[in-house]
């Protein structure tokens, strides 16, 4: 459930390259185990945005704090606090999933038994694999394990399930959910439009490095009507995706690496 309770805050943010505004100047929170999305077409400032509060770019103006702790002053402290799942994660070659488990955790100053965290993505059959034998969509699945292993207050994903099919993708939603029920708060960038409806509480939609609207996914979709937006297209009920999943289920642990 989403808290009243601040835990990102980001105020003015800024970012240049050369003559190049990256981030112009936006402002957004982010509540306790909220899922907030940050959308926009390539190029519109959305991983660096990320970049920035997870300490990994530097912040060239305005301001951005995780649970009060400011980001730029304290970037080792905040990267304590923080998860982050990138869009190409990478694990060392021939190491096993519940080693590589127990390196992360080490590196937090944690001690976890791999194998609960493994089952609960549903890897426990895979816990002697090495990543490099995964799928794709168990890849996504065991890089938000590895993220989660100090129990952050906030967690990243940027575009998660680019890439994956249905059954993964539709696996991948039920992870960030069950995620956000440990109370950890949500910070992610897609370019469907479908998956930011079906699991953010609020989005923001940026263009050209600005926040041009922040609400959620329904509130958003009424005031596009309000101004007289109509389908050309009549929507059915279910569409092609639909089928597929109901035809060849929806098992978390299916698939071997392509």
């Known amino acids: 459930m989403v808290s009243n309770e601040v835990a990102v805050k980001v105020k003015n943010l800024r970012k240049t390259y050369d003559e190049t505004v990256a981030v112009d100047g936006i402002s957004f929170k982010v509540y306790r185990g909220e899922i907030f999305g940050i959308l926009g077409p390539n190029g519109a400032g959305k991983t660096t945005t ?32 923080i998860g982050v799942q990138p869009q190409s994660p990478g694990f060392q070659d021939k190491t096993k ?43 996504q699945r065991f890089s938000i394990v590895t993220a989660l292993v100090h129990n952050p207050k906030v967690f990243f994903l940027d575009e998660p399930t680019t890439g994956l099919d249905p059954q993964a993708r539709r696996n991948l939603w039920d992870l960030v959910e069950e995620t956000r029920r440990r109370g950890i708060s949500i910070i992610l960038t897609t370019h469907y439009m479908d998956e930011a409806e079906a699991l953010c509480d609020r989005v923001a939609i940026m263009d050209n490095g600005k926040i041009i609207a922040i609400d959620t996914p329904k509130n958003l979709i009424k005031a596009l009507l309000k101004r007289g937006f109509k389908k050309t297209q009549h929507v059915e009920q279910a569409n092609l995706e639909d089928v597929f999943l109901d035809l060849t289920g929806k098992r978390l642990g299916e698939g071997t690496a392509r």
Not at 51 to 73: K, N
Not at 118 to 136: F, M
């Open 50 to 81: 990320l970049e920035m509060i997870e300490t990994l770019r530097s912040i060239d103006g305005g301001s951005a704090s995780i649970d009060g702790v400011d980001v730029a002053t304290k970037p080792y402290q905040i990267r304590g606090m």
């Open 97 to 139: 999933l519940t080693e590589l488990i127990q390196m992360f955790a080490s590196a937090y100053g944690e001690k976890v038994d791999p194998l609960n965290f493994l089952n609960e993505v549903g890897l426990g059959d895979k816990a002697n694999s090495y990543v490099e034998q995964l799928s794709g969509g168990q890849k």
